[in-house]
Structure formats: C-alpha cells, structure tokens
C-alpha cells in the first residue's frame, strides 16, 4: 500500500446520519484480502436517484446498469465493489451485474431494477460475483446510519485515504441535510471526473429536477478537476433523495427555495473533488488554477484543464521550479480564444508576467517560497473577456510512475 | 547532459549535399557553453520555401516572422538558436528577431525578409541577440554543403542525440534529393509536432505546390507523434527547394511526376518524427500504435493518439505490464466512435482482447517478452470502419520527471 498522501486532511470527517439511508462496508475478497472492498447502502422507499456517468465509448457493464436505472429514477439500494471494475469483460460483465443486483434486491426485499451498482479497479478481468453475492446478507445485515466511514473505505482502490463531506441548509425554512464520500486517485479526468462517488441527502425533490441539479453541481465540481488526463471507464456519481426531511418538493430546478441546496451540493461535490485530486497518485502538491478574463466559463474551464493537464506544468511544480513559460505554453495550445499580449500570469498571488513578457522587476523569492509549500496557486487572466472557472489538480511525481508502472501485479 | 537515449541509432547519417545549399553549426553561448548553439543554411537564389508553423495561440516572435516571410515564399538564409526560444518576451522579441534577419542578411547579401529564423528554448527570457549577430558573420564565412551533423547539434536542447533523414527520388525521370534534420524531446505533441525541423531540396518546385505537399506530408508524419501531449510555442517546420536539379516544374500538388517525390518528402519527415519520438525526454522504449476499422483516418489518429498520449498506457508500457485495460480505456476516451464488442486489442502482435472481452486462452508469456524489448507495438482495430492511421510515441518514465521538475537551472 503506498504512503498516505502528504495532502490528506487528518481525519475522516465525522458525517451526519441521513433520515432513510442505512450504509456500511464489508469484505469480500474480490481482489483485496483484509480489507473492506464492498460497500452498500439501503435506501427508504420513495427515495429518488440521479447520476452523472463516464461518457467512455467502452464503458463498464455497471454503468450501462445504471444509465437503465436512473432512467426509472428511483432505487432502494446501492452495492458497489473494488479491485475489479467488472469492464470490458463481455457477456460476463452483465452476468456479474445481474448476480450483484439480485443479491441485493433478495437482501432489501425490493425488485432488481431498484439496485444501482458500481465496480473499480482492474479492467478486463472477469469479476468473481459469486464472492459478492455470498456476502451480501451479512453486510445487509449490518448497515446503519453512521456507517460512512467503513463505507468510504470499502470502495478505494489505489486512494491512500478515504475521502467524505456533508453540508446542510434549508429547503423552505425545513433544514436538510446532504452527506457524501467519493474514490479516485489516477485515471481522474473530466468527462467525467473519473471516479466514483455517492450523496445522500433527506431531502425531497422530485427525480427529473434533482437530476438537472446533480449535472449542473458535476460541472462546477468533478468536472473541473483533473489528475491525469484519463477518463475511466467506470465513473459514476450517484445522489440519493429519500424525502425523509419533509420540505414541500420543489418543481423546477431553477425554485429560488432551491437556493441553499445547490449551494450544499456543489458545496459538498467540490469538498469530494479536491480529496480526489489531493490523493492524485503521487500528488505531493495540491494546484488549484484560476481562470479569469476568458470568452466565457466553458472557454476559462478548458484553458484550466490545458494547465492542470500539461505533464510539463505539472512537473515543474514538482521540482518546486517557477518555470511560468510553460503555464504560457498550455494557455496557448488550449484552442480557446486567447492573447499573448494581454495574458496576466501570477503564481503564489505574485504576477510574473503580463502584457506578453516577464515583468521587468519580477523577484523570484516569494514565489519559490510559494512553491516549497503543499498548496499552489496559479491566476491567468486572459484579459479578453469575463468567463472564468477554476480548476484543480497535482503535481506530477515520481510517484505516478511507481504506482502506475506496475499496478496490475 | 542526460545520457543519450537507448533508442539513438549508432551514428548520425552520412546525408547528401543538395545543390543550391550551404549550412553549418557555430557556438553562440547564448545559454549553452562549449557546443554549437547556433545553426546556418544559406539557400541559392531563387530558392522557394514552405511550411508548417505551431498553431498555439501564445506563439513566438519567430514564427510570427516566419509566417509573414512564408507568405512570400522565397528565402536565402535560415538562422536558428537553441537555448532560448525567444517566446513571451513581449516586444523585445520581435525586436531580437530584427537584429537575428539583419545579420544574416548583410552576411548573404539579402534582404531581411528573405531570412527565416527559429529559436528554441526557455520561454519567457529576453534573448540576447547581439550574441547571434556577433557569430553570424563567421559562422556564414564556414558554412559548407557537407555542414549537416554540425548544424542538427547546434538546434539541440533537452534531445540526447541529432537527428537527420534523407531520400531521393525522380520527377519526371530526373534525380532529386530531400534531406533534413530535426530536434524534440519534450513539450511534443501534435498541432503540430512540437519541434523544428528543417528539409532541403534541389527539386524545382512551385512554392504554392511546395506548401501544400509540406502540409500533407506534415500531418502524416510529424503529426502523428507525440511525447507529452504539449505543444510548444515555437514548432517550426521548413521545407526549401531551390530548384538546382533542373527538373521541370510541376504545376500541381496531385501531378503524376510528383509521385515520388511525395513519398519521399513522407518519408523524410517520417524518419525524422520517429527519431523525435525516440529522443522522447526519458523514453526507454519506443511505442507504435496502429489503428484500422475506424470510422475515417482522421478518426484513426485521433483514437491513436488518446492512447499515445494516456499517461497510464504509458507508465503500464515503462513497467513492462501488458496491462491492456489502458488501452481500452483511452479507446473509449478519444471521442470517436467505437464500439466495445467490435474492439480487437493487440500487443506485440498477439491478440488480447476482442468482441468485448479478453481472449480466453490468453498466454501473456510472448506479450511479457514483447515488452521487455525496446520497440513495442500496440494495434487496435475498431470494426467499424475503413479509417486507420500509424502514431508513434514512447513510453513514460522517471526520467522524463527528472528531466521537467528542474529544467530552468
């Protein structure tokens, strides 16, 4: 197991119970032998679900479930395991699907169609559902409403903590509450950030516009955050309303009683996303990237991402080395309108240069001061416009190489 | 210096002398000491010149230069430095690139609009220009037709080795000859590939034909290879024909007489990208990726290149792990269209994985051994189309992290 990032908070958070979500992690050997790997979750009736799932052309027989499922838009529970993603495995992947939402559906006493699955790990290596469905019972068994962090720890893979966040509001004077946890640490990109990752929250809200909320919280959250540049095969984010809270359901989206809570989950998918990117395989330095003065916001997020994304960026701030000509070169091969003699760049709230030079007087000490520390900090202002995005990633290290060089063994 | 890259030919080649060129290397100092830093073609007059320029939007003030001269589409000098790309240095960039046209071209005899130049480097330090001007006189006294394997050195930077190619061919039944050379290691990638490279011809070519046979031949070869995925604001590549071989001119791109000419001009360029891709910062190994069944061939290098570029495909390749999930993976993630139960993926040429799964019988003991070599060869057909297309790259290693945490010092 490799080292605890250096980025890591000090503890899992302490997450509040959601009113109908029983949760817990147990172990059932798919892959990883003395640890939880299998994660579920039972849902109250009336609980609605929405999603967001990798856009992969070669995604996982899990994630073709779970675009049915959320269809329907409702579920009762959530099992997921780790060490095999169960994708690009044929006809046997549905099979393997099909034995993990039947022995979820028998535990919960609820039909197969409600039980939404996730698999992560190894790609291409035929799950052994059989391990699963035989320790589905017990771990129904033993769900409870504080069970997050046994959970959160069930569906790691190469992540080195487990990662959660809640945040509560009101929904028309009636407090609700949203809790969650995620998984991630390589082949982490948008499109979408690659990863899997379960909210919970009481509150109720009608199916169609929780999902309008959920992919509009993903775009500002997950989607905006980068390890190295590769688009799993298997992400799925997964956001469960059980309506226990009892506030008068909103009909639109756009309901100004809504307010709070898109703040709250945004709130809580952005706490997730910088986890996810502060356990980047071989992060050492947390970077977060912001863009202003773009054509628009889309424009600003690609240009962040062309930052987060370049290896050269990335390794420079690994050597702790300013080297601000390569943010340059990124902005530039980003394919968004932009002018070299209009660019801001600063590190460290230091601008080194602006107007398409260095600046003439730029004291490098700050900023290699800057630099020595755990959190970057990157502004470009394209000075063209007033989109911006921001945007977040890590250093690229020796220690992707390690991890990535010979994961299968 | 880090060491020359395994993957380097013994020797650079012996290249002909084409008639109408003279070039050789000098020692500027502009940053390096004690090597060649500077190189010098002069071209006989009424030599015609086309090319391909960066299409990053923070460009040089080089290539701002040469993309005014190559409207015109004659030349009589190329003047290059290595050491400091003269990009991002506001307007003292083009006010360098006065005084780099100004002296080659009273050392010609010409106007400074028929002098292309290309600098390569740090970004974003002014360049000491009066540096270049001192030793282009000398430098022009020494150029020679036999000055090939000087002036590859002097455009060197991160490149452990020089890199030249060489063709001949016939048009319409007389003798012509391509030779040229290149310099990449890092920040390389498509659009176009991020280096320079310069190529000599005595064919007697119309400038318009000339650009667009350089274009074509571009985007078969050096845009079909990629180091890091990062594209340089200084990617310059030149093509000079000065007509010596007294050939009849061709009035169009498509005219029959051109057929070799074309091939060879390809194959050039091809050499050259392959040598490029082999000089990869830290490569080890040697990585060609064949893609057919896709639905066009720009379809192909698109899904070629998301595997060239994956940092995992890359990292698994420098493990030596046949782990071909990757590749699956950055199928699924280029964009294009693919279908997972149509996907046939091959290492070394033995089949793993197709209609969806791995293969059955799969022994990855002659795959095991395929990846111990230096050259590896990746080959997914996508069944669905009749696009295909060939991408090089290499693998990705501690040494290119080595290379980029600290290149500035």
Partial sequence: MTARSPLAP????????????????ASAGVKYKGRPDLF?????????????????LTR???VDWCAQVLKKGSARAILVNAGNSNAFTGKAGMEAVRVMVDAAAEAVGCKPKEVLVASTGVIGVKLPADRISKATPKLHKSLKSDGWSRAAQAIL????????????????????????FAKGSGMIAPDMATMLAFLFTDAAIPQAVLQKLTTKAVDKSF?????????????????????????????KASDKALKGF???????????????????????????????????DKAARRVGLSIANSPLVKTAIAGEDANWGRIVMAVGKAGERADRDRLTVAMGGVVIAEKGEGVADYDETPVAE????????????????????????????????????????
Wanted: hydrophobic share 40%; proline share 5%; with cysteine.
């Fill in 223 to 251: 989607n905006c955050m980068t390890v190295d540049g590769d688009t799993s095969t298997s992400d799925t984010v997964l956001v469960a309303a059980t309506g226990a809270a009892g506030n008068k359901a909103p009909k």
């Fill in 157 to 180: 893979t190469t992540d080195t903590f487990p990662k959660g966040a809640s945040a509560s509001c009101t929904i028309d004077g009636v407090p609700v509450t949203i809790a969650g």
């Fill in 40 to 56: 579920m979750a039972e849902l109250a009736p009336g609980t609605v679900v929405a999603g967001a799932l990798t856009r992969s």
């Fill in 262 to 296: 898109r703040e709250a989950l945004t709130q809580v998918m952005t706490d997730l996303a910088v986890l996810v990117a502060k356990d980047g395989e071989g992060a050492q330095k947390f970077i977060t990237v912001d863009v202003t003065g773009a054509a628009s």
């Fill in 60 to 62: 996982s027989a899990p």
């Fill in 370 to 409: 800057h630099l020595k520390g755990r959190d970057v900090k990157i502004d470009v202002d394209l000075g063209i416009g007033r989109g911006k995005a921001r945007v977040w990633t890590c250093d690229l290290t020796h220690g992707y190489i390690d991890i990535n060089a010979d994961y299968r063994t």
């Fill in 10 to 25: 000090k503890s899992f958070p302490k997450l509040p119970p959601i009113d109908g979500v029983r949760l817990g992690g």
